[in-house]
Structures are given as C-alpha cells and as structure tokens.
T-cell receptor
Framework: DAGVIQSPRHEVTEMGQEVTLRCKPI?????LFWYRQTMMRGLELLIY????????DSGMPEDRFSAKMPNASFSTLKIQPSEPRDSAVYFC??????????????FGDGTRLSIL | DQQVKQNSPSLSVQEGRISILNCDYT??????FLWYKKYPAEGPTFLIS?????DKNEDGRFTVFLNKSAKHLSLHIVPSQPGDSAVYFC?????????????FGEGTQLTVNP
C-alpha cells in the first residue's frame, strides 16, 4: 500500500517567495496532520483536519501560513511570503479518525525547506 | 512548556544487549502513548503504542512500559540490532472525539554498535 506522499522532497527558494507543500494521505484515512521539525522546537503540530475540515490550527506560527484540504486525497500547506526562519522539515501524517479506536499516525518522508 | 520530555539525547549500546529509552510527561490528561522511530531523510515510523489502561505492551523485540503514577514510559528493545540505530520519539495524546493530537518528545538517538 502507498504511504503518505509528500512533494516536493526538497525546496530551496528565496525569501519573500510563495512556497506550497503538498500531501496525499493514505487512502481511507480521514485525519490529516501537518508538522514542522526544527532543531530548536523539535516536532510540532501546525494544523490538523478531520474529514477535510480544519479542527485545530493553533500551531500555525502566523498568518503567513495557511493550509487547505479541498478533498480527502489532497492537502496543501502554503507559506506566503516565506522567511529564512521558516526553514525546516515539514511532515504530513494521516490516520483514521480517533473515535473508532486509537489509530497511529503514519508520516510521509517530509519536505526539506530552505529559505535563503 | 515541554509536556513530553526525553532527557537523554543519545544512547549507545552493544549489539545483542538491551536498549532502554525513557520518556516523561507532565499532562495527566494524556491517555495514549506511542513510540516512533526515525531514520535520516525519512518520516517517523510508528513502532508501538500503549493506552493508559495498560502498563505493558509487547511486540516482538519491543516492549513499552507505562508507569502512570510516575508519568513515565520506557521502550525496551531486546536484543538490540545495528538496524535499530535511529532517533526514537515518544509521543502522547488524549483520547477524544476531535481526533488525536500528538505531542512529541525531543527524541533520543540510539546507536547500536556491532
């Protein structure tokens, strides 16, 4: 079975540019999560969706960050404008919605983002 | 406020011996705990989990122990193998109808020496 698919794997861009990260969750999963990993803060949750609806975006650092999930098989995380401090590895994860049992989250391989 | 803490950034063990990774948490509302393993340039991979109604869960070479009174969990790997060398994250969540929000520890780099 295909796992969580993220694209691109690497992104290098200049400060001020718009960055769009993409995620395809595992088919049948109805919860989707965006995480950011940095040396300073470790793995931190940015936002998550249940059944395509954003549930908790309290981890989104500021208004420059936005996330959408237009359908069950696709989500985007957008940064506009990007800044050097946004450089990090961004992970997407998916799972079955909790409530039918605790289900572990399955992670993609991440997008390594470098803002120059 | 670091609600999930892994105090050892690194651990080195000999092949065949036991590896013990530790994790402490502060939020008494956490009732579901997981361990993930992460290799470089890959995403975290789910390893094993335990709910708060249990104190032990075993899966092959991996056993997770939970001490609720101490707010402490540990992962035992026995016997350790060189392929187990990776960063191990513990994570905690609460069981709720709004979904599982995981809080991760900082990770422990395990190195298993041949």
């Amino acid at each position: 079975d295909a796992g969580v698919i993220q694209s691109p794997r690497h992104e290098v861009t200049e400060m001020g540019q718009e960055v769009t990260l993409r995620c395809k969750p595992i088919s049948g999963h109805n919860s989707l999560f965006w995480y950011r990993q940095t040396m300073m803060r470790g793995l931190e949750l940015l936002i998550y969706f249940n059944n395509n609806v954003p549930i908790d975006d309290s981890g989104m650092p500021e208004d420059r960050f936005s996330a959408k999930m237009p359908n069950a098989s696709f989500s985007t995380l957008k940064i506009q404008p990007s800044e050097p401090r946004d450089s990090a590895v961004y992970f997407c994860a998916s799972s079955h919605l909790q409530g039918i049992g605790n289900q572990p989250q399955h992670f993609g391989d991440g997008t390594r983002l470098s803002i120059l | 406020d670091q609600q999930v803490k892994q105090n050892s950034p690194s651990l080195s063990v000999q092949e065949g011996r036991i590896s013990i990774l530790n994790c402490d948490y502060t939020n008494s509302m956490f009732d579901y705990f997981l361990w993930y393993k992460k290799y470089p340039a890959e995403g975290p991979t789910f390893l094993i989990s335990i709910s708060s109604i249990k104190d032990k869960n075993e899966d092959g070479r991996f056993t997770v122990f939970l001490n609720k009174s101490a707010k402490h969990l540990s992962l035992h790997i026995v016997p350790s193998q060189p392929g187990d060398s990776a960063v191990y994250f513990c994570a905690a969540s609460t069981w709720g109808t709004s979904g599982s929000r995981l809080t991760f520890g900082e990770g422990t780099q395990l190195t298993v020496n041949p």
